[in-house]
């Protein structure tokens, strides 16, 4: 990571503690930290670099295949990526949902974390 980057004050007094590898997270994460004496955090920083480039293949395809689509860019929060472009979509095309339909989203979500 370049230091131009980083935000703390005073980095030349304090301590880098790095994550590395994070789990839980589709592809390669890092979580870097800066400490200072008394080992309180002045700076965090999250570091996922992974480029899935998911905007440019959706371009062009109906609207409705993008939930079903985006699902596929992680196989641990599937649901949450389907829901996220529900929702999006239900913005785009004007829709209000039943309170049914809400009931049943937060139930696939609940779901997934079960």
């Not at 007094?13 to 790095?18: G, P, Q, S, Y």
């Not at 371009?59 to 992680?74: A, D, I, K, N, S």
């Not at 389907?82 to 913005?91: E, N, Q």
């Not at 039943?98 to 974390?113: D, F, N, S």
């Amino acid at each position: 990571m370049s230091l131009e980057l980083e935000t703390a004050a005073d980095r030349a007094h304090l301590r880098r503690v790095a994550i590395d590898p994070v789990s839980r997270v589709e592809g390669h994460g890092k979580v870097t930290l800066l400490l200072d004496e008394g080992g309180h955090v002045q700076e965090a920083r999250l570091h996922i670099v992974e480029f899935r480039g998911f905007e440019k293949f959706i371009q062009g395809r109906p609207f409705w295949e993008v939930p079903v689509m985006v699902q596929r860019l992680c196989g641990i929060c599937p649901v949450s990526h389907h829901l996220a472009a529900a929702k999006a979509l239900d913005t785009v095309v004007g829709a209000t949902i039943t309170p049914t339909a809400e009931k049943i989203r937060r139930l696939m979500h609940y779901g997934q974390i079960l």
